[in-house]
């Protein structure tokens, strides 16, 4: 009974907006329907976070709390808020609201399972539910593009699922299948084409949705990094950390917004992945913490522009847009959501890059090395934007100024990454357990090995 009353809580409210999109025409209502929806998931998850007991949630292999699930379940309830809310009237879409709390209620249950088979078929829905938000009639090339490489992946993932449970030596041939459907997922070097082209020519709102709570990243940890041996996750490790710094500078020298937020989603991306090398548990936290905060950050930065764009177009990085003087809350969350993606201390961001350089530093210098080169690109990158797109001479164009539900939004967004540095215990000592936990699958495992345990956080 219990199992229910939390399953509910968390997969009722996206579900309904569903349904209720299904029914109600008129966009408004259902905006504030999916509001309400999305503010009851997110405290449902923030109880099952922090005061749900892991036994309370479990049933058979299907589903099972763990620490890390107390972690990331928060995470889709929580970027469901943050779209509905600062969706401007214009992208506004009755059919849009209804997928995004399909995909929330996708998102929520794939964090809740360790089980292959769910994990692929919630691999499946969330393509789906993805395709079908981009599928306009001027950019069928890109959804084709991009179809072709999530059926890739899926298929990638299928085979290596069925192979890894085969006997004899077809475990070793799915493990390799598997990793690379979260490379073709997570767009990591030479898979990393179609992220860039989703954002460019399809809609940053449901790639956000599809691309931010990094389910590429949570299969790795599930399926692979328990059965895969040290020198496997170095190669991962080592071509993640060689797509963050190419995907931060690539991002760098784009004229384009929405581009330059692509190859931008494609470094951060690659360096919550790189931190699953687990041969240190320092490394480990730290990317468990700064899969979250990227996420957070990430889509604050995307919906800025989203909301931007609604006002003044396709945005280029060529010229200074100005803008400060009629939005400066913002302009100011804006450069708050890119110095938490490069770990600016009184951030989220801060503690995972803290403990993610330091761990990989200590357990492999080089990979240390191309952390910080990667974070450095990055925050040369968030300055080039923050300063034309809010920075210059302003135009003489209306004075668009944001919505209160906007401001709320970006404002309380740049609070949860600023309190959650500032205060960042609960999360720091969740963070440890769940890399604790995974390291101790690892060690139970075969091929698994030993590694240094996560220091304590004061």
């Given amino acids: 009974m219990i199992t229910i009353v939390w399953l509910s809580a968390l997969l009722g409210p996206p579900l309904v907006t569903a349904l209720w999109a299904l029914i109600d025409k008129d966009s408004q209502r259902t905006r504030i329907v999916a509001i309400v929806a999305a503010v009851a998931s997110c405290m449902g998850a923030v109880l099952v976070a922090f005061v749900a007991e892991p036994s309370t949630l479990h049933v058979a292999s299907a589903l099972r709390m763990t620490d890390l699930s107390r972690l990331l379940v928060m995470l889709p309830p929580g970027l469901w808020l943050v779209t509905v809310t600062s ?38 829905a969330s393509s789906a539910l993805f395709l079908r938000g981009i599928a306009t009639a001027d950019n069928r090339r890109t959804r084709r593009v991009v179809a072709s490489y999530h059926v890739a992946s899926l298929l990638l993932l299928v085979s290596g699922i069925v192979a890894m449970r085969a006997p004899g030596a077809t475990k070793q041939v799915g493990l390799w299948l598997v990793i690379g459907a979260v490379l073709v997922r997570k767009g990591i070097y030479p898979f990393h084409a179609w992220i860039p082209e989703a954002f460019d020519h399809g809609r940053i709102g449901p790639t956000v949705l599809l691309s931010a709570p990094q389910l590429g990243t949570y299969v790795a940890a599930i399926l692979v990094v328990p059965q895969a041996s040290p020198a496997t996750l170095r190669i991962v490790a080592i071509l993640s950390l060689l797509t963050a710094v190419y995907g931060a500078a690539l991002a760098l020298y784009q004229s ?203």
Wanted: hydrophobic residues 50%; proline residues 4%; glycine residues 12%.
């Fill in 87 to 124: 969706t401007p009237n214009a992208r506004l879409e009755r059919g849009g609201l209804g997928r995004t709390g399909a995909s929330t209620a996708v998102g929520i249950f794939a964090f809740l399972t360790a089980s292959p088979v769910l994990l692929a078929c919630c691999w499946a």
């Fill in 256 to 458: 384009d917004a929405r581009r330059t937020l692509g190859y931008l989603f494609v470094s951060q991306s690659a360096l919550v992945l790189a931190g699953l090398d687990c041969t240190s548990g320092d490394a480990l936290a730290g990317a468990i913490v700064l899969w979250g905060s990227s996420a957070l950050a990430f889509t604050g930065i995307a919906r800025t522009v989203l909301s931007l764009e609604a006002r003044r177009g396709r945005l280029s990085l060529t010229t200074y847009h100005g803008g400060f003087d009629r939005m400066p809350l913002l302009a100011a969350s804006f450069l708050l959501f890119g110095l938490a993606c490069t770990g600016f201390p009184g951030t989220l961001g801060f503690i995972g890059h803290e403990l993610l350089i330091d761990g990989a530093v200590r357990s492999f210098p080089v990979l240390g090395f191309l952390t910080i080169a990667a974070t450095a690109l990055t925050g040369l990158t968030v300055l080039r934007m923050y300063f034309s797109l809010f920075c210059g001479k302003p135009d003489a164009g209306p004075r668009f100024r944001l919505r209160v539900r906007e401001a709320v939004a970006f404002g309380g967004l740049a609070a949860i990454l600023v309190a959650s540095g500032v205060v960042a215990r609960p999360v720091a000592r969740l963070s440890e357990r769940a890399s604790a936990q995974l390291l101790r699958g690892r060690s139970a495992a075969p091929s698994g090995t030993t590694a240094h345990t996560p220091r304590r956080s004061h």
